[in-house]
């Protein structure tokens, strides 16, 4: 070789070395129903949370910073594809047997950064189906999370409320027995019973509407299930269950980048926390449930110190949409609340196209490249997080990748103090925010925290000024009816084309 091919060759090397440097391990971690001040750093009263506390004390605590829907699975799915998910059909909360929502080969979060290098898995609740919507439980279950871009999973497949109530491990369900199939069913009831309608008195928790199906570990759910009977999950047991994956899953790839996005269970219904942590709370079991999902986070934050990966970790810490008190089961959720205010004085919560049912806790940690202790409060979508981190990562997107997801890195890492221009939030209708202004389009939304109130938004909208009133309380559209219809424009455009 001669010298100047040599130097060529070190300048590569050097150059490999420098991109991976700028590629830091990248954990999201993903809660369930967890409201705008559930945790102690958002200001949760009767219930600690030091773990996610020490998130915002090593990084950037964003205090209006949203998920893109009020329930899950939308949100999930603009989180993964970079797309509001208003732009596709059927893509609502699912059932436990719906298949995979996500199309395989469209460009996502996991697929862009494992084209960047990066070992992708995906521990806990999935919710954007599987299979073809025909799923065979007792074989391999496919299209799923690798078919868009996850080396991993381990997952609950829909949720901690609807069957099938067993986890499933790189397409197959864990500990079946094959003498012992499963089926599923979301219509006519199948299995012998009893069912939850049959014997509410005499189950672990009782339901309150819905919820009142197939009965496992004592609990009936959403929907219909025979079979798998050693495979069927032990709800006190899954944040262990699953914890314990995602330490793992960290453990084995330590030496490559990866990438973990971790979706606890908690504090979604049933909440049926481990006995360790009963009481641990003075809100009764929704409480002990967010002390549970606070102990899944240390477990994360304490094997990357073990790990010595702290520092080239950027942790991301959120949840799926706003706060719900009873969702189902008679959990004694508002019986027990106190003084905690789930949304911290926002209007709503889960469900709802008011401000609790997006704007949820959104803290991100990178030692040495986010300041420690640090606030922003631009606004910003979990749909920003695919482009941001892909843009992070060097790797390009294909060109209708992604359809609205924008690179606001600067937002994320805390340079940028403004964040998006406007930002959709999807409920059963849509709203939508421009800096301080929120229009809310005409139709029936849900209010408060469960049981709930329906409030019916006439023609043209509502318009809200959250610089006054943070509370969503005050319809100023009267007075400002420009500002109301040029907002109104700005939705329907949106609806119509893509956000970048
Ligand atoms: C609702 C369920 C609720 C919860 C929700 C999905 C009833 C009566 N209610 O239909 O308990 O499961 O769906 O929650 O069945 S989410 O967080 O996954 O979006
Ligand atoms: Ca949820």
Redesign the pocket.
């Known amino acids: 070789m001669n010298t100047c091919r040599m130097l060529l060759a070190l300048i590569s090397v050097c150059a490999t070395v420098a991109i991976a440097a700028e590629k830091p391990n990248i954990v999201v971690i993903y809660t369930?129903?967890v409201g705008f001040a559930d945790v102690g750093c958002y200001g949760a009263k009767g219930v600690a949370t030091p773990n996610v506390d020490r998130i915002a004390k090593e990084g950037l605590r964003f205090t209006d910073a949203h998920c893109s829907a009020a329930?899950?699975?939308p949100s999930r799915f603009a989180l993964l594809t970079g797309s509001y998910a208003f732009r596709q059909k059927g893509t609502g909360?699912l059932s436990g047997n719906a298949g995979m929502i996500i199309k395989p080969g469209v460009p996502t979060l996991p697929s862009l950064l494992k084209e960047a290098g990066y070992a992708t898995g995906v521990v806990g609740k999935w919710?954007l189906g599987l299979g073809d919507g025909n799923a065979n439980w007792n074989e391999a279950v496919k299209p799923g999370p690798n078919e868009i871009g996850f080396d991993y999973h381990f997952l609950i497949p829909a949720?901690g409320?609807?069957v099938p109530c067993v986890y499933l491990e790189q397409n197959r369900v864990v500990d079946l027995d094959p003498a012992d199939p499963i089926e599923t069913s979301y219509g006519k009831p199948i299995g012998d019973g009893p069912f939850g309608t049959d014997i509410p008195d005499q189950l672990k928790q009782k339901w309150s509407?819905?919820?009142n199906s197939t009965i496992v570990n004592g609990i009936s759910r959403?929907g219909f299930m025979t079979g798998g009977e050693k495979a069927r999950w032990v709800d006190e047991d899954m944040a262990d269950v699953i914890s314990h994956k995602a330490v793992s899953f960290i453990e084995q790839h330590q030496e490559k980048p990866f990438f973990l996005y971790f979706s606890t269970h908690d504090i979604?219904?049933p909440r049926v926390p481990h006995s360790r942590f009963v009481g641990k709370s003075t809100m009764g079991l929704r409480g002990d449930a967010i002390v549970q999902m606070d102990w899944c986070v240390g477990e994360v934050l304490n094997t990357l110190d073990r790990l010595k990966l702290t520092d080239n970790t950027l942790v991301i810490f959120s949840s799926?949409?706003g706060p719900v008190l009873d969702?189902?089961y008679v959990d004694m959720a508002n019986e027990k609340l106190g003084d905690h205010d789930p949304a911290g004085g926002l209007r709503g919560g889960?469900y709802s196209v008011f401000e609790g049912g997006t704007r949820v806790p959104f803290i991100v940690r990178w030692p040495g490249h986010v300041d420690a202790a640090s606030e922003s409060d631009a606004l910003f979508g979990q749909v920003d997080l695919a482009a941001s981190l892909a843009s992070l990562v060097g790797v390009s997107r294909p060109e209708k990748a992604l359809p609205d997801s924008q690179n606001e890195l600067d937002t994320l890492l805390g340079e940028d103090s403004v964040g998006r221009p406007h930002l959709v939030h999807e409920a059963k209708s849509l709203a939508l925010r421009v800096g301080k202004w929120k229009y809310i389009a005409p139709a029936t939304s849900r209010d408060k925290l469960g049981p709930w109130n329906n409030v019916k938004v006439e023609k043209p909208g509502a318009l809200y000024d959250l610089s006054r009133d943070r509370g969503e309380l005050h319809d100023v559209g009267g007075a400002n009816a420009d500002k109301l219809a040029e907002m109104a424009k700005l939705l329907a455009a949106l609806q119509d084309q893509n956000d970048r």
């Open positions: 369930d129903d329930t899950c699975t909360v919710h949720t409320d609807r509407h819905g919820h959403i979604h219904v799926d949409n969702d189902g889960k």
